[in-house]
């Protein structure tokens, strides 16, 4: 019950924190299409490269929960794509909201899964080896300042790596485990678990 108003807290917090920080100017027409085609002569590839981390993790929440659904009531799909969208805004609502439950139904092993986390960490190391050689910092603090949506992107990705420790938190003791150091890695704990978690030869909980 507690971890509901911690998540409930936390999201009322990033709202507020992103309404009233800095002059919330924003971006020209048309720079979401600039962002998507990952354009570095418009926009420095600190902001490029976290908004194309913010369309990874929905892709690993959407995974994960096609899994934990079998625990959440009611199902989690639908916000998980809607996060797609609007992120961990819908998600971290929604998992306060969710009644935890006991399933019976036996976990069913996904083999496309293992592959689409290969591609996925594929993509998320080259999307950080561009945002460590090719970023300039200072211009994204100036984002991060001014810019309502760069600054909402920004909490949008720490919103999703709370998220995963709550996932995980749940998980561990729903199976009766500690923590796994590598479940604090942002994004790449994730992709860990659900390779692992899926190969053919895997031990399931």
């Known amino acids: 019950m507690y971890r509901r108003y911690f998540l409930f807290l936390i999201w009322i917090i990033a709202i507020v924190f ?116 090719r970023s300039d910092w200072t211009i994204f603090m100036t984002y991060f300042q001014s810019n309502q949506f760069v600054r909402t992107m920004s909490v949008d990705f720490l919103m999703f790596y709370i998220l995963q420790i709550f996932m995980f938190a749940r998980i561990r003791k729903r199976n009766e485990r500690g923590f796994d150091p590598r479940d604090f890695i942002p994004i790449f704990g994730l992709l860990g678990y659900l390779f692992r978690r899926h190969l053919p030869n895997a031990v399931v909980d």
């Open 18 to 133: 992103i309404l009233l920080f800095g002059n919330n100017r924003v971006f020209p027409d048309g720079f979401l299409f600039a962002f998507l085609r990952f354009d570095q002569t418009q926009y420095d590839a600190s902001a490029l490269s976290l908004f194309a981390l913010l369309g990874i993790y929905p892709a690993l929440f959407f995974l994960l929960f096609l899994d934990e659904r079998r625990f959440l009531k009611p199902s989690p799909i639908l916000a998980s794509i809607g996060s797609f969208v609007l992120g961990s805004f819908v998600l971290m609502p929604y998992l306060a909201l969710a009644i935890p439950k006991r399933s019976f139904v036996p976990f069913k092993r996904r083999p496309f899964i293992p592959y689409a986390c290969a591609l996925l960490a594929v993509l998320s190391a080259l999307v950080l080896w561009l945002a460590l050689a």
